[in-house]
């Protein structure tokens, strides 16, 4: 009867373990639902803000626009924000010679990647979302100019 006891103990605390195992780790779970999710149709609560922010500049130190790194806090999630100041007319023409602008939200841990390509007669884009519970990331931004000079450039990470 002692061992039945023993044994029953023991498939318990397993059980227990278990569970508890599940509930810490169901907010990274829930987060990663979200993965590639677009920001603007994603309703989580929480809080919307910028975490980071960079000036984005051409060879010349003229600024170009502005790289931001975005976190909610209800999701958990982030994702990258490019505002340009002003709207490309002619970038993905072949003759134009000029990339249109794009932005990356990279993953730390796993280089999970998502981006948003600036297009012509528009000023910004915004990335998918990478779940960011547990983990960091940070926004990159990739602009070119006829000049054939193509700038990267990336925030901290949060």
Known sequence: MRSLLQRTAQIGTALLLAAGGL???GGSAQAAQYD???PASTYCG???STVKSVGVYDYHSNRLGTL???YNSGCRTAWARLTITYSYSDCGNASAGIACAQARIVRDNDGR???CTVRPGNSSCY???VNDAGYTSHAEVTTDTAGGYRSDIRTPSY
Do not use: F, I, N
């Open 68 to 70: 931001d790194l975005r």
């Open 46 to 48: 929480g809080t919307t």
């Open 36 to 38: 590639g999710a677009d």
């Open 127 to 129: 990335t998918p979302m």
């Open 113 to 115: 990647t998502y981006s």
């Open 23 to 25: 509930m810490v780790t």
